[in-house]
């Protein structure tokens, strides 16, 4: 955490040094990934309210940039068939879920800091791989709780630690991790009493046993 002192001292080594975050870092004594996520969250003319069409356009060229660049480096030869193609080529599983430089990518969008851009780049690659599906509404709301409550159970996993998220996320409907975590997340919280005095072990067995029963009935 850093004091009201330090953000402003850090304020002043940016306008002095730029983004040598490198130099910064030892002059605060702090890692370059600390001062540069420290300095992204603090700067000002950044926007806490929905996100525009615009700002969405721009975060997706942003990772498509870094994207094409990683893939460029490590496969040369894939890059005449991204620019040859019209369609969403680049979005490959296991490229899109390795992780980005967020702090790049925010210098690119803008007017985000780069814990909003990762929250909304979650929310569109869930969106472009589920096409569209309201996984976590209606019908299919009820079945994807069904599912995760089911899995986490088979799973016997005694920490959050041991679950294979990646796994999971691929039997929930192919989403990120995140989306899936984020989902357990939300039924235990309105689920599951005390959750916090509970144990990982403790939390899914009481969903299979007391909350899944529920769910069951109303489909």
Known sequence: RYTKEEKEQLKKYQALHGNDWKKISGL???????????????????????????????????????MRRKLTTENPSSLSSL??????LWIDREQLYQPLPWTEIETKVGSRYWRQCKQKWNS?????????????????????????????????AEDAS??????????????????????????????V?????RTFSEIIDYLYEKTLPDLEEKL
């Open 124 to 156: 569109v690659l869930t969106s472009k791989l589920t096409r569209g599906q309201k996984l976590y509404r209606g019908t299919n709301g009820l079945r994807t709780k069904i599912t995760l409550i089911k899995r986490l159970y088979e799973t016997q």
């Open 28 to 66: 605060m004594s702090r890692s370059n990934l600390s001062v540069a996520m420290k300095f992204s969250e603090i700067k000002s003319a950044i926007n806490y309210g929905p996100w525009t069409e615009e700002e969405t356009q721009k975060l997706i060229s942003a990772v498509k940039d870094v």
């Open 193 to 197: 009493p005390l959750w916090k005095r």
């Open 83 to 88: 620019e040859q193609s019209d369609t969403d």
């Open 162 to 191: 041991e679950v294979n998220w990646d796994e999971l996320s691929n039997a929930i409907g192919d989403v990120p991790r995140t989306y899936v975590q984020s989902k357990f997340y939300r039924l235990k919280v309105s689920f």
